[in-house]
């Protein structure tokens, strides 16, 4: 149930705070005063497109608050805590709208996307707006009407699916049966490739080591050369390095007299002695142990040709060969493993399709019952609405066997109507005039409603086009549904706004070349004064006060 509205620097709104209770509140106010901001302010809060022409003239931003109370809505709550946005027993809804056009949303403190305010708003409110009837003229709102009225969304939904598995998978048997020697091809191709970089057996550091190798094996004389040399710089030579660092020690050693800070440098020379003939020593292992091999030096360069020459047919640099080796493998594997044969396609598709007939013959049956129901219910409302000659009917027409299935379920939907007793029921658009289309909208909406597990239903002038009993009457059925639950009418009849629970007024004026717009809540003598504006207009009499205040009373007194 909506609590609270706050509305603060949009359009002619500069602030206006707003309480609600259960039952129905009517909203009323003089053409231009700006009733038509509360349902646009909550439709934002729902998710609604929004610009910048949305911001009061001179405010940096618009701002919209509403709080609700979704104690007895489960499936708000549910919603809520999947988002982990749970907040007691209240939920608020924020939507603030920056003058460069761009928007923000929250839910409980925490931003969100308008998809999310939209999902959620629609558990919380469903507003029936005064263009609404237009819709009754296309036959995808009759499904959703009679669904909704018969709680079969959900059936219809099961159909919807259905029909997207059938879908895909016929699609699939398509690509399948094109593509099919395509795949064939490239499997074999795959195949070979794989087979082919198997034969190869490459490594991921084999190449890296096989050109290092390559490159000792090819200079292998001259590494030999220049270690011979080294080796003899160190110890074989005449004079060898080694012999020199020894004369230099001994030089040292024959000082006439010691010296000890000399003593540190005597001692590093004899170290390094010791690490030269080592280092020769480790020379000459090596050029013992070293492998000049001709015989290797061929055999590495052939294995180094055949990995050039396998990147350069599969197009990839030598060292990608073992990466695309295993890419080309998991191809493989995907097209083996997820191949599928057309009979076995075939018969999935056959399945597919069998699987929607069923749901769809569970909802044609809920679909019938929910017809006649609803149109015993519309027609019955209708009589209360002055129009007792008028036949309401909910056609349901079969689809020929040999369309394919539909989205939709078996049948095509279509309101008709027949005003005169005898007549032959039509389409609403050949027969309904606009009073009577918006009759018909109104008594469908109010069915409709009373099934709805949605708590707050706002009417946005529904009620055009009616006056005199007939208003009265839909007063009637309105407060009659604010007894369930949450009602916000916007009306400029008296006799519907006489019968709310609640009356809110919206009034324009002009201060310093500014115009604004303000929501109040009206007291008893307020409600009469502007019941009787309603009636009369602006000069108001003892007599239309009296008529107003008489309206009023036995608005309230009305229980059914």
């Known amino acids: ?161 259905a029909y997207r598995d059938w879908q895909a998978l016929r699609r699939k048997l398509e690509r399948i049966r094109n593509e099919q020697d395509e795949r064939q091809s490239r499997t074999e191709l795959l195949r070979y490739q794989v087979e082919e970089l198997d ?5 991921a550091d084999e190449l890296s080591a096989l050109e290092a190798e390559q490159k000792q094996l090819a200079n292998a004389e001259s590494i030999l050369q220049h270690c011979h040399q080294a080796a003899a710089c160190c110890s074989e030579g005449e004079p060898d390095a080694s012999a020199l660092l020894e004369q230099a020690r001994q030089q040292l050693e024959r000082l006439p007299v010691e010296i000890p800070q000399l003593a ?33 030096l061929q055999s590495v360069e052939e294995r180094l040709s055949l990995i050039y020459q396998l ?67 519309v027609t019955e ?16 027409t079969p689809t020929s066997d040999d369309q394919t299935p539909s989205v939709t379920g078996n049948e095509e939907m279509e309101f008709l109507v027949s005003t005169n007793a005898g007549q032959s029921a039509k389409p609403l658009h050949r027969v309904a005039s606009g009073g009577e289309l918006s009759r018909i909208s109104l008594a469908i909406q109010v069915v409709v409603a009373q099934t709805s597990t949605i708590p707050t239903l706002i009417f946005d002038e529904v009620d055009v086009g009616i006056g005199g009993a007939v208003a009265e009457v839909v007063g009637r059925l309105l407060r009659t549904l604010g007894e369930e639950g949450q009602i916000l009418c916007v009306t400029h009849l ?29 007291d008893a003598d307020e409600r009469i004064r502007e019941v009787a504006r309603m009636l009369g207009g602006v000069d108001l009499t003892e007599q239309t006060i009296a008529h107003a205040a008489e309206m009023v009373e036995k608005g309230q007194a009305t229980h059914h």
């Open 494 to 522: 008296p006799q519907v706004a006489s019968q709310a629970h609640q009356h809110l007024s919206v009034s324009k004026f002009t201060q310093e070349s500014e115009t604004f717009s303000t929501v109040e809540t009206l």
């Open 264 to 296: 540190e440098t005597s001692q590093m020379l004899a170290e390094a002695r010791i690490q030269v003939e080592e280092a020769g020593d480790n020379l000459r292992r090596f050029m013992d142990d070293y492998d000049c091999d001709p015989q290797r």
């Open 1 to 161: 149930m909506l609590s609270q509205l706050t509305v603060a620097n949009y359009a002619i709104a500069e602030q206006v705070e707003l309480s609600f209770s259960q039952g129905m509140t009517a909203l009323t106010g003089e053409t231009g005063a700006g009733k038509s901001i509360v349902l646009d302010a909550l439709g934002l809060v729902m998710g609604a497109r929004a610009d910048a022409g949305a911001v009061r003239d001179g405010a940096e931003k618009a701002d919209i608050t509403a709080v609700f109370d979704i104690e007895r809505i489960p499936q708000a709550r549910a919603w809520l805590e999947s988002k982990d946005l749970e907040q007691d027993n209240d939920c608020v809804l924020r939507r603030v709208i920056r003058k460069d056009g761009r928007s923000r949303g929250y839910i409980n403190g925490q931003p969100c996307t308008l998809q999310d305010l939209k999902q959620l708003g629609a558990m919380l409110m469903d507003i029936h707006g005064q263009h609404q009837h237009q819709s009754l003229l296309r036959k995808d709102t009759h499904h959703r009407l009679v669904d909704e009225f018969g709680n079969n969304t959900e059936r219809a939904a099961e159909v919807r699916t």
């Open 381 to 396: 409302e209708l009589t209360r609405l002055s129009m007792p000659g008028i036949h309401f009917e909910t056609r349901l």
């Open 311 to 377: 990147a350069r047919k599969h197009q990839v640099q030598p060292e990608e060969l073992p990466e695309h080796h295993q890419n080309l493998q998991a191809e493989l594997e995907r097209l083996d493993s997820g191949s599928e044969s057309v009979e076995q396609l075939e018969a999935r598709v056959e399945e597919a399709c069998r699987a929607w007939r069923e749901r769809a013959d569970e909802l044609t049956a809920a679909r019938q019952q929910a017809a006649q129901n609803l149109d015993a219910r």
């Open 199 to 203: 034969r190869l057996g490459m490594t």
